[in-house]
């Protein structure tokens, strides 16, 4: 747009300098250019391709420009009128030079040059010729230039070029400047490529033609920063190339073709490259079944009821309904049994409904995408603390409020069983347990409806335990009895939930900075002598106390996003970096440790990612892998999602996940395995030395 901008100024400026040539000429002269209409040939045959060109002659050091100008320069334009039925074809484009001016590189010709068009007579008809050589075409350009050194002054002209048609041709005197332009053209053979897109760079794929220092030359303006240096990595197992091209800031793609002029100086090919869709990866090169995901969704959320963020709120609403087994009088009992599913599939829904709406506004989003930002962080600090307080029976007692602790955790109400439902899935929402991923990858990517009976499928899954626990007294029963170490267990269940706390106010320090944490530390101070306030007034004061509490939790989260940390925002946090034997995930590096058939392992992880935190402690801080991972063929990369990241987001859906943790060792670039979610020392060991293994045979 800038550019554009810059054009259209230096065109107003400079009109008063500019030359308008008319009237029935073949040639004119503009400041420091002459541009000409040439015909290969004196003469026009009915129904046989011929050639007009177009000369433009700069003075020294004065150049024109290429059909993509690069990061400044108009192309020449050019439209025809005649009195003939002729048909125009598109201009044919000599390989270009690059143009370095200040710190921008253009594409253009720094001498004289002809630009060369296909024209064929249709008939003459139009024309009521009669007799051979009777009938004569005029046919006019209107041409428009550019023509810079320092500076840049553009020209118009109109020029007009008359022949006869006959039978048979006869050569001009300008054959020889034709010839010496078709050895100037890109070959007539096409090449294709595949290409990818990450944050910074456009990758592409290409097989070229021959050993040579080729450049990569768009056919679009928007694409890529043209005075970046390209780098060409080749592949030592085959005759392709991998080019990796800094996007340019306007870049707009999603996945059309692309097209390229791939040029040595001497010979150049056009290149299409189409969007790699689905690279060929281990374990995900296909899209499963419905019906196989369904199963894994419903498998992941039974499982996801053992993970560390869920199983301390569901282990105190067992103990609720198990205190409740064997009273048979409860009011709407048959209507309550329902309560906890249908705030589960409630809260589900609610959530692939907004995953829809965030997606049809071309919105990039994964499973845990919320926990990105620090004011919903801060929020559910606030919730966690609210809810140690209710567990320790420090609730407020005013305003309608008593004994609503003791409904949460030991009521077996409708509303109870549902706000259960609800909570359970507000603290399930950072972790992904195994069978999972790959349902809630594709959910991700998928139409609505197949979206929304694999979010289904989770929830039925995850409520499926307790649920039976409510519907069916001989589940109830098998708990343990009631007594007075239920008091005892619910009050100590309120220090998982703080040290949730703990480790939320950590998490909101990479995403903001250490001030912000004092200012969350503070509100969350404020926030509990006001809620234990509330509980030892009455009326009025309790009233406003809590109200107070409420406005304290609110002002603090919603600011929270005001205090980001921009030095963190898509880029690795410092607990990335500071991963033992590890380097921070970057896709450049990467894609040259791979043509370097180096073995990598990556490890897509999360400060709020409570499955990444016990496998780094269970299975990366094993001595024998960390003397694995410092061997010289072995590379460890670290990609931190704790804030919102999208070359990390890319790299995800690239194996059809939507959150972390993702696991992926790649043997060189011969194959890639995607790990289970849950590690071992053993599985990772096993895969890195297998990779090593594949490509020690490849080398043999």
Known sequence: MTTAIVRVISLLLLLSFCTVAAGNQHSASGPHIRVSLLSEHQSLVVGQQQWLGIRLSPELEWHTYWRNAGDSGEAPNVSWQTNADINFGEIQWPLPEQIPVAHLVNY????????????????????????????????????????????????????????????????????????????????PQKLNGKYEITEQFLT????????????????????????????????????????LLAKSDYFSVVDEPLEFLMTDGNNGYYLTAHYN???????????????????????????????????????LKAMALAHHANNEHD????????????????????????ILVLKSGGNAIGWGFHLQEPAVIAALAFL???????????????????????????????????????????????CTAPFMAT???????SPALDTLLIFTALALGFALPLSLLSLSPQFAKALPKPGPWMETFKQFIAFPMLATV???????????????????????????????????????KSLIALILAVITAIY???????????????????????????????????????????????????????????????????????????????????????????????????????????????????????LPQILTPEIVINAIKQAQQELNHANK
């Open 108 to 187: 253009g010709y720094s001498g004289d040059i002809l630009l060369m068009v296909p024209i064929t007579l249709n008939s003459i008809d139009t024309l009521n010729a009669t007799t051979e050589n009777a009938t004569t075409a005029r046919i006019s350009a209107e041409l428009s230039w550019l023509v810079c050194k320092e500076d840049c002054i553009p020209g118009w002209a109109t020029l007009t070029i008359e022949l006869p048609i006959s039978v048979t041709n006869h050569t001009s005197v300008d054959a020889g400047l034709f010839q010496q332009t078709r050895k100037r053209l890109p070959a």
């Open 204 to 243: 592409l794929s290409v097989e070229p033609p021959h050993s040579a220092n080729w450049q990569l030359m768009p056919l679009r303006a928007d694409l890529v920063q043209h005075n970046q240096k390209q780098q060409w990595l080749a592949d030592n197992n085959s005759n392709s190339a991998n080019v």
């Open 277 to 315: 869709q689905s690279p060929s990866v281990t374990n995900s090169a296909y899209k499963p079944p419905i019906w196989l995901l369904l199963a894994f969704a419903f498998i992941g959320g039974l499982i996801l009821n053992i993970m560390p963020c869920v199983l301390p709120v569901l282990s």
């Open 331 to 354: 009011s709407n009992r048959s209507l309550s049994h329902w309560g906890y599913l249908l705030g589960i599939l409630a809260s589900f829904w609610l959530f692939a409904g907004l």
């Open 384 to 430: 966690f603390v609210f809810i140690a307080l209710m567990l320790w029976d420090i609730a407020p007692s005013g305003a309608g409020f008593a004994n609503l602790g003791n409904k949460l955790t030991e009521g077996v109400g409708f509303s109870s069983q549902f706000f259960t439902g609800v909570l359970a899935v507000i603290v399930a929402s950072p």
């Open 439 to 445: 349902a809630l990858g594709v959910a991700m990517v």
């Open 502 to 540: 703990v480790w939320l106010v950590w998490v909101f320090l990479g995403q903001t900075n250490s001030l912000a944490q004092l200012i969350l530390l503070c509100g969350l101070l404020l926030f509990t002598l006001l809620i234990w306030f509330a509980h030892k007034s009455r009326g009025k």
């Open 556 to 674: 603090i989260s919603v600011s929270a996003n005001n205090k980001v940390n921009e030095n963190a925002t898509n880029q690795q946090l410092p607990s990335a970096r500071a991963k033992q034997n590890s380097q921070p995930y970057d896709p450049t590096l990467l894609s040259e440790l791979r043509n370097q058939q180096q073995v990598v392992i990556v490890n897509m992880t999360a400060d709020w990612c409570i499955t990444c935190k016990v496998n780094e402690h269970v299975a990366f801080k094993d001595p024998q892998l960390n003397q694995l991972l410092q061997q010289s063929d072995v590379h460890y990369l670290v990609g931190d999602w704790t804030n919102k990241n999208n070359t990390i987001l890319q790299y995800l859906n690239q194996y059809q996940r939507s959150g972390v943790p993702l696991y992926v060792v790649y043997a060189g670039s011969k194959s890639a395995r995607i």
